[in-house]
């Protein structure tokens, strides 16, 4: 199990013909009863912000904080689709609404896929009554197979503490930056939290998982990541170690989603130690992790460190150039900035792998940061030159 792992929650997924292929489409997240419980939400800082981010944002105001179920379909965003979008993210939720028994603005709604095109809600209208009626502990699986776009496969997590568990699907294989990506995260958890403390969690637990990714330096329009609390299992003992399990929560789906971004050879973690200030580490690693340069000798398997070193340079943070020092995973390969012989063999057996990291110390202070990302290859521009 994944999203219904938690005591409380109970999931499915159709096909109602959004997608062309006949695949699953439309998802749901519901509360066992379709009884409200403590929600709370991350959006896309895009200002060109799709349909159901308003409307979700919207509705958990309306709410304070509550939310009986999410409606999520892929295929399509309904991003710049005017008030006619808006009408519709409402419907869904209304629909959703009818069927479980709550009011429509307790309901929350997502959804991915093309940008630009209106939503076919003859097809949602269809697949409503069997989403809902089908809902069941079990078919976490199907739930979330349905929001997958151009996911090779489906993303989920399972985090266990004293006392209670999170639970998590996710979709995102692109337009991963930054503050997110084209991505949608839906969070589970049986313990019992207020919707003001469980915001902070969510903002804490997003900021070093979800909003450290870039795998192109593009912004989708329908980012949200949402977490709901059932209660069930009564508050956390340690509400320390809670926050813990809902970052290493989103970190996981995270890490999925940049070991599936589009065309990928490799999965990269860009640290920056050193610096004058975490902000500073940040901005100088996420000015790395986006550089087509460094992305693309990362695909070459190439461990030039001297574009890592320009990309820090030119970053317009505090860089003094003979105190950086930098490695490939243990091998060093600057320090003061001159090069440093490395085993040759070693270092390529190291950048043939997966998952690789590159660590960028400054010298400078004590600032610190991460960014996830991933090489650029022939494959991405291949995924990327159209819309079908």
């Known amino acids: 199990m994944s999203v219904t792992a938690p005591a409380g929650f109970v999931a499915n997924g159709v096909a109602c013909g959004i997608k062309p292929s006949g695949d699953l489409d439309l998802s749901l997240v ?28 919207a509705h958990l105001t309306l709410t304070d904080g509550r939310a009986a179920a999410v409606v999520l379909n892929s295929g399509c965003a309904n991003a710049a689709t005017g008030q006619s979008g ?34 076919p809600m003859d097809a949602v209208i269809s697949g409503v009554p069997g989403l809902v009626a089908g809902r069941g502990r079990e078919h976490d699986t199907v739930a979330a197979e349905a929001i997958r776009t151009t996911d090779t496969h489906r993303k989920e997590t399972v985090v266990r503490g004293d006392g209670f568990v999170i639970g998590g699907m996710a979709k995102g294989a692109a337009m991963l930056a930054p503050n997110m990506a084209t991505m949608l995260a839906v969070l589970t958890t049986d313990a019992a939290i207020e919707p003001e403390a469980l915001a902070t969690i969510l903002r804490a637990g997003v900021a070093e998982s979800f909003n450290a990714m870039s795998s192109d330096g593009c ?23 809670f926050r813990a399990a809902v970052a290493e929560a989103c970190f996981d789906l995270a ?45 070459g398997r190439d461990p030039y460190w001297g574009r890592v070193a320009s990309e820090l340079g030119s970053a317009g943070i505090a860089f003094e150039a003979d105190r950086l020092s930098l490695r490939y995973g243990d091998l060093p390969v600057a320090e003061h900035g001159v090069t440093v012989e490395v085993d040759p063999t070693a270092m390529a057996a190291y950048m043939a792998q997966e998952h690789i990291e590159v660590i960028a110390h400054l010298g400078l202070g004590d600032g610190t940061a991460r ?15 159209g819309t079908s």
């Not at 949402?226 to 508050?235: D, M, R």
Request: hydrophobic letters at 45%.
């Open 219 to 241: 912004t989708s329009t329908s980012d949200t990541v949402i977490l709901l609390a059932s209660g069930v299992a009564g508050p956390p003992s340690d509400l320390h170690a």
């Open 86 to 119: 808006l009408a519709d993210a409402e419907a869904m939720c209304a629909l959703v609404a009818d069927e479980l028994g709550c009011r429509a603005e307790e309901v929350l709604v997502c959804s991915t896929g093309l940008i630009g095109y209106a939503l």
């Open 371 to 385: 960014i996830l990302t991933n090489d650029l290859t022939h494959a991405y521009v291949d995924e990327n030159m």
């Open 30 to 57: 519901a509360t066992v009863d379709g009884s409200p419980v403590s929600a709370a939400a991350v959006f896309t800082q895009n200002k060109m912000t799709a349909a159901p981010v308003v409307t979700t944002n």
């Open 255 to 299: 890490i999925q989603m940049v070991g599936d971004a589009e065309g990928h050879t490799k999965v990269v973690q860009v640290r920056v130690t050193g610096a004058l200030s975490d902000d500073e580490a940040r901005v100088g690693a996420r000015k790395v992790a986006e550089s087509q340069l460094v992305k693309c000798s990362w695909y």
